[in-house]
Every structure is written in structure tokens, then in C-alpha cells.
């Protein structure tokens, strides 16, 4: 029920998992069951893999999230959440409020044994290969035994998703060298550099995150938060003022028309929906938070990306890093 285009986009995008992901055998919408079933009605199909739950309310985007999950004992998120601590479901999505779902989670999943605090990652689009950036807004000041615990996490997603053998780990500074950042940052560089089976490379710059040449980058929340915002106002931006040069003279459209390969495959490269929704890493379970803007698209590839994490246990190996670390 949460999100820009819910339930519409978030139906419809459950319907598309449904039809096209082989590996999940049930999808449970959790809302009000009469808007949920309209909408489902809607759908050109309506596959016997849907079910719903009834939730009476949901939380608000500009809700408190902790006054809305103790006071909304039936929304939407805490209900889907409970579907998970109890086993019924593997993993949740959600493009509702964010805050919800992280209290939700601590609350009712509570964090894996050794972990603080849990951490938000988002896969990012690079030159070369996606780079798994954390946190990204659950802790917006983080010790630096916080940020050891995030490089652990990140570095155990990028294994078990995205398939790097030996992620390359860097800790976002303002300067490449070893004494740069504040005094956490400094701490945090040194305190990384000596967990054991941590492929660390040192500090990266806001400018190396694109490149492409590390696979997990390690920040507070405060920080990443900014980071993930600001690059997709990049992002929207350029294509703006491509749209509008393009469209100053027939000579330019002409050329636009010529390079219309390029430029899709360019967007499609740039394209955050392709990597669904920002896993909620450090918990008991699987929970991926997608953009409160989500399309169908970019819900149904959130589905696949809980799927993905829920069948490799995700949760079970950040907690065995964990506790290789603790036992050192």
C-alpha cells in the first residue's frame, strides 16, 4: 500500500514476478483486500500464484515511524512483516515508508546475533561493475564499529548476489590517502584494514564510486543517503538537458534520431529499477526496501532480488562473518 504509485505499480509488477520468476512459488499482497482484488481485476491476468492478506491500515510516508508501528498493529508493513518472522513468507518488499520497515524489522526480526545495528545497501550501476553502497540511511551516525560491521555485510551481498569472488572494499573519505576524513574515518580506515578475509583497498573518493573499481563502498548513512540521492538528480538532470539540446534544432533531433541505439543502451546502463530495491542487510530474514517511486518494473525486480537473498541466506552468512570476526 505504500509508494508514489501504490497499489497499482506494486500489483502490477507483482503480477509480472509471478508470471516470470520460475523459482517463487507464492507472492502475498498485504493490504486492504478490496483495493488490492480491483486492482488485481484490472490485470490481464490474474495468476493462482497471488494471495492476499488484509491489512486495515497503512502507514503514511510522513508518519513517525516508531509511533506507527507500535500504534498500527495491522499495517500493512507490520503485518508483512510478521508473515516473514513467522516463517509464512521468506522474504518482504516494500516501497512504502522506510522508516516503518526498518522499526518493523528491528522490533519484530530483530538483528542477527554480533550485529548492532542493521545497515541499508543499494546497488549502484559503475563504468565497470555494480558497487554495493552502505549505509544509506538507517544510521545516520555510525561508530566505527558500526562501519566495520557494514563492510562485513556488504562484502558478503556482493559474494551472494552479485557473484564477486573477492569484493574489493573501500571506505568513502574525502581523499584517497590513509590520514584523510574525520576522526571516525581515520579510526574506521586503520580498524578495516586488519579484519582478517576483508579484501580492504584503503579510502575512495566521492569520485572512484563510479569507476567501478570496488565492489562494496562504505559509508554512515548520512553520508550514503546524500550520495544516492544526489546521483539520482544527476542522472535525471543530464537526461534533461539532453532532451531539451536535442530538441533546439532539426539538425540535433536528426543526430538524436541516428544515436537513438546508443542512447537507450546508455539509459538502460543508468537504469536503478534494473536492480530492484535496497536489501535491509543485518537482520533475522529478508527485507528489501524499494523506491518510494517504483514502477512495476522496479517492483518486480525487487521481488527478484528478495528471492535471490532468501535462497543464498543472505542473513545466515552475514551472521557467520560476523561471528568469525568476534572470534578473532
Known amino acids: 500500500m505504500g509508494g508514489d ?21 507464492k507472492i502475498i499482497l498485504v493490504g486492504d483486500s478490496e483495493i488490492l482484488n480491483r486492482e488485481l481485476n484490472r490485470c490481464k491476468f490474474k495468476p493462482s500464484k497471488i494471495e492476499i492478506c488484509h491489512a486495515s491500515e497503512a502507514v503514511a510516508m510522513g508518519e513517525s515511524p ?24 521468506d522474504a518482504m518488499v516494500s516501497a512504502g515508508n522506510t ?9 519484530k526480526l530483530r538483528p542477527l546475533e554480533g550485529v548492532e545495528r542493521p545497515a541499508i545497501a543499494m546497488v549502484m550501476p559503475t563504468q565497470q561493475r555494480p558497487v554495493v553502497l552502505i549505509d544509506v540511511g538507517a544510521n545516520t551516525d555510525c561508530s566505527v564499529k558500526l562501519l566495520e560491521q557494514f563492510a562485513i555485510m556488504g562484502s558478503v551481498y556482493s559474494k551472494a548476489i552479485l557473484k564477486q569472488s573477492k569484493p574489493v572494499v573501500g571506505l568513502l573519505s574525502i581523499g584517497g590517502e590513509e590520514g584523510k576524513g574525520n576522526e571516525i574515518t581515520k579510526e574506521a580506515c586503520a580498524a578495516l584494514g586488519k579484519i582478517a578475509g576483508l579484501n580492504f583497498k584503503g579510502n575512495v573518493e566521492g569520485h572512484d564510486l563510479f569507476r567501478g573499481e570496488t565492489d562494496v563502498v562504505v559509508c554512515d548513512g548520512f553520508v550514503g543517503n546524500v550520495v544516492l540521492k544526489t546521483s539520482e538528480s544527476v542522472v535525471h538532470a543530464v537526461q534533461y538537458w539532453m532532451s531539451k539540446e536535442f530538441h533546439k534544432n532539426p539538425m540535433r533531433l536528426l543526430g538524436a534520431t541516428l544515436l537513438k541505439g546508443a542512447l537507450k543502451a546508455m539509459k538502460r546502463r543508468m537504469d536503478p529499477e534494473l536492480y530492484g530495491g535496497a536489501p535491509l542487510l543485518g537482520v ?8 518510494g517511486a517504483s514502477s512495476g518494473r522496479a517492483i518486480l525486480n525487487a521481488i527478484r532480488v528478495a528471492c535471490e537473498s532468501a535462497q543464498n541466506r543472505v542473513d545466515q552468512l552475514i551472521m557467520k562473518e560476523i561471528a568469525k570476526t568476534r572470534a578473532i
Open 99 to 107: 522508516g516503518a520497515v526498518l522499526v518493523a524489522a528491528m522490533l
Open 66 to 89: 516508531a509511533q506507527a508501528i507500535r500504534r498500527k498493529k495491522d499495517s500493512s508493513i507490520s503485518k508483512a512483516m510478521d508473515l516473514v518472522k513467522s516463517g509464512e513468507a
Open 284 to 291: 533475522n530474514g529478508t527485507c528489501i526496501i524499494a523506491h
Open 5 to 25: 504509485h501504490a497499489p497499482k505499480e506494486t500489483v502490477r509488477g507483482s503480477v509480472g514476478a509471478a508470471l516470470g520468476l520460475k523459482d517463487i512459488t
